[in-house]
């Protein structure tokens, strides 16, 4: 794995030093300390993409509507378990969702390639506060319908994935290319700190009297800051040809661009096998329950905990220039702690394991964001954001059915091990297999600086 800095021009000093004139004596060598605090520097989290106003602020807002979306995300599996006392019908709220996230992040990538992406974001961002002020209704009218709960997770996960295809194509808008691995990390992080902040709201708030009701307040509310950082966007307004385009052609074009790809489609395929094969989440009400005997919110914490403590060291992530290998063997690391948490009946092993999925869970994603971002021109972004969408917010949905269904005819540990065993041997043969993703080198990728210096 090459870590020479992304898109480095040849003349950079650390690429080819100048000749030093004859000296006396050598140059003394620098302190420990600076040696320790130059080390330090470059593994810390890097925020030089906080120093551009407008990414700062959308950090800001998202960073709100994260932690509230995890608290809805939890309660809701947590509510439907409650009233049907099943893992299939936890697992079917990912059904739920599925059709319209395909069909809406499909379409979504395409009018974010014509229209001003501010007004799609806060569009649909506005959506999907109306569908969590619904959930809290059902809660307050005790209306206890599994089914109403499926029809506004399926209109809240179509909301989602417009806002979500909008989002991804406005980040390499508002921070220079070379500043895009950190702005999706500093996203990811935020992101990962909202899941380990969320979780635990919402075991603290379900455990009260009428908890359901606060849970879904507590969304709604901290939602809202989110539609305000999209209120102070700038227009931003696609570049290129495509932008006038409509009907299904333009969804159309994103698709083949990406089949003839492989470094693109390569990046999806290994994280649909990551979350379909090796996504644990809708087991998690029922280990507590027969396995744990509690830990509900702890469960739900873990991977994200692990990736906010890999994220404060991620300075190096940017300077990988092998991003098609690195995202493989991130996502072989992922379910290789997955399956390890599967076999144990410890909660706090349990949650170790899971720390350390995310971790890796962390580097792959930024990876697989990053390369989507650098590797397509502006013109298409949007719609290769919304396949993203697809298939980022998709994958844990089939992959929520998947183990339901499995923990359902055959028991916990063959769907929450025995898969992700399974997921390791698909990533590995997939990469090597396909030659020009296991060799992609991310300073030729056609959308970054050092290529359009070529």
């Known amino acids: 794995m090459s870590t020479t800095p992304h898109g480095q ?15 006396p004596s050598p140059l003394p060598s620098p302190p420990p300390e600076s040696r320790t605090a130059s080390g330090l520097r470059g593994v810390a989290l890097d925020t030089r993409p906080l120093a551009h106003p407008v ?59 014509r229209c001003d992406r501010r007004v799609l974001y806060l569009a649909s961002a506005s959506v999907t506060w109306a569908i969590t002020l619904a959930l809290l209704l059902q809660a307050v009218a005790e209306l206890r319908s ?14 989602f994935a417009m806002s979500s295809a909008a989002r991804g194509a406005i980040i390499p808008r508002v921070v220079p290319t070379h500043l895009v691995p950190a702005a999706n990390t500093l996203y990811f992080t935020a992101g990962n700190a909202g899941q380990v902040a969320g979780p635990l709201v919402a075991g603290a708030l379900i455990s009260l009297p009428n908890g359901y009701c606060w849970a879904y307040g507590a969304d709604a509310l901290l939602f809202s800051l989110l539609l305000y950082s999209a209120l102070r966007l700038p227009s931003i307004r696609p570049a290129g040809a495509g932008a006038g385009t409509g009907g299904l052609r333009p969804v159309l074009d994103g698709l083949r661009f990406i089949a003839a ?33 509690g830990g509900t ?11 906010v403590a890999a994220g404060l060291f991620s300075g190096w992530i940017g300077r990988v220039r092998r991003q098609g290998r690195a995202l493989a063997l991130a996502v ?12 144990v009946r410890s909660l706090p092993a349990a949650v170790l394991l899971l720390a350390a999925a995310g971790a890796a ?32 917010a998709g994958g844990p949905r089939l992959g929520d059915l998947r183990a339901g269904a499995m923990a359902s005819a055959t028991g916990l540990g063959l769907a929450w091990t025995g898969s992700a065993l399974l997921c390791i041997v698909v990533v590995l043969a997939g990469a090597l297999l396909v030659r020009p993703f296991w060799h992609y080198d991310v300073a030729a990728a056609p959308g970054t600086d050092a290529h359009r210096q070529r």
């Open 332 to 343: 072989v690391a992922w379910a290789a702690a997955i399956a390890l948490a599967g076999t």
């Open 9 to 23: 021009p040849p003349d950079h000093p650390s690429a080819s030093p100048p000749s030093l004139p004859s000296l």
């Open 146 to 159: 599994v089914p109403l709960v499926l029809v506004l997770v399926a209109v809240q996960a179509g909301a």
């Open 297 to 307: 919110g702890l469960l739900y914490s873990a991977i994200a905990i692990g990736s």
């Open 55 to 113: 990414f700062r602020r959308l950090l800001i807002g998202q960073s709100a509507a994260y932690v509230g979306t995890m608290v809805t995300a939890v309660t809701i599996p947590v509510q439907v378990y409650e009233l049907s006392h099943s893992s299939l019908s936890v697992g079917l709220t990912g059904l739920a969702g599925l059709v319209p996230l395909v069909v809406l992040g499909l379409y979504g990538g395409a009018v974010a390639d």
């Open 361 to 392: 869970d962390l580097v792959s994603a930024v990876y697989r964001e990053t390369v989507l971002q650098t590797y397509a021109p502006d013109a298409l972004r949007g719609r290769l954001q919304g396949v993203f969408t697809v298939v980022v």
């Open 261 to 293: 790809a492989p470094v693109l489609w390569m990046s999806f395929a290994v994280d649909i096998a990551a979350m379909t094969l090796a996504m644990p989440t809708a087991l998690f009400p029922e280990a507590a329950h027969a396995r744990f005997g």
